[in-house]
């Protein structure tokens, strides 16, 4: 499974996702400027990147089980 590009690509947003909210947790925790500047952002990137990952988990879950 690790040699399916879809498969590698998911790997990849998940660790999107990962990255993404450690930044916005990261950010959170410390507060201060970097917090009231860039917390909504941070979040809409997350939500992004997380609709992103969960359309390609989908989609390989379709594409293996019709064969």
């Given at each position: 499974m690790?040699?399916?590009?879809?498969?590698?690509?998911?790997?990849?947003?998940?660790?999107?996702?990962?990255?993404?909210?450690?930044?916005?947790?990261?950010?959170?925790?410390?507060?201060?400027?970097?917090?009231?500047?860039?917390?909504?952002?941070?979040?809409?990137?997350?939500?992004?990147?997380?609709?992103?990952?969960?359309?390609?988990?989908?989609?390989?879950?379709?594409?293996?089980?019709?064969?």
């Amino acid at each position: 499974m690790a040699d399916d590009p879809l498969f590698v690509l998911i790997m990849l947003s998940c660790a999107a996702v990962l990255i993404i909210l450690l930044i916005g947790v990261g950010g959170f925790a410390k507060g201060g400027d970097f917090n009231r500047k860039h917390a909504n952002k941070v979040m809409r990137w997350r939500i992004g990147a997380q609709f992103i990952a969960v359309c390609l988990i989908v989609l390989f879950t379709w594409l293996r089980s019709k064969g």
